[in-house]
């Protein structure tokens, strides 16, 4: 193994229950209740797709540029300034990085938003490339976003072990030949025997994993 390919929401960052607060925020000016097929449905959507989405289904009757504008103006400030790193994410990253190990990220979330926690949290450096499926025009329900960013760092995808929390991403990292490690937790209780079924290992969070995780090096 000589690479690391992460989520970022939901797996190095702890974002998820931002983003309902974000929904609530906008959607509320239109008198929408964003309930949980909506969630459900936009799991897998690149940023503006979700927004594209949500006119549509919602019959807001506003640009996708506007709308973009309201979301991104609420969640900017969000990952600028609330939200925190996994449990363990730090240290798992030094330990990786001391090793040699290329690490990169790979992401539904928009560019100045990934840009902003990763600087918050003090972690902006620790990625050999960060990759944002909005701009690369496929989204993580596809294997060719994979094969895409292994390509990216100079490496096989066989040599390539991806951390992501929901389990769609997760079975494409699969197909595309890479080892898989899903993360556990609350917000994906439903996700849990796919997560079983598709991963080669689950994890909660990334503290005492790194011993655990040497067997795949």
Known sequence: ????????????????GVWKRVDDIVLARYGVNADDLYREEIKMLT????????????????????????FTAEALHEYGNNIRLKKGVKEFLEKIKQNGIKTAVLTS???????????NNGIENYFDAVIY???LGVNKSSEEAYIFTAKYINEEPSTCV?????AKACESARKAG??????????????????????DDIIEDFSDFYEIFVKYM
């Open 1 to 16: 193994m000589k690479a690391v390919i992460f989520d970022l929401d939901g797996t190095l960052v702890d974002s998820i």
């Open 47 to 70: 940023y503006m797709q979700c927004i594209e989405y949500i006119i549509e289904k919602f019959k807001i009757k506003k640009t996708a540029a506007e709308l973009e504008k309201e």
């Open 109 to 119: 979330c928009r560019r100045e938003m990934c840009e902003a926690v990763l600087k």
């Open 133 to 135: 499926c909005e701009e």
């Open 162 to 166: 991806v951390f992501d929390d929901l």
């Open 178 to 199: 890479m080892t898989v490690i899903g993360i556990d937790d609350e917000e994906n209780i439903g996700e849990r025997q796919l997560l079983e079924k598709v991963c």
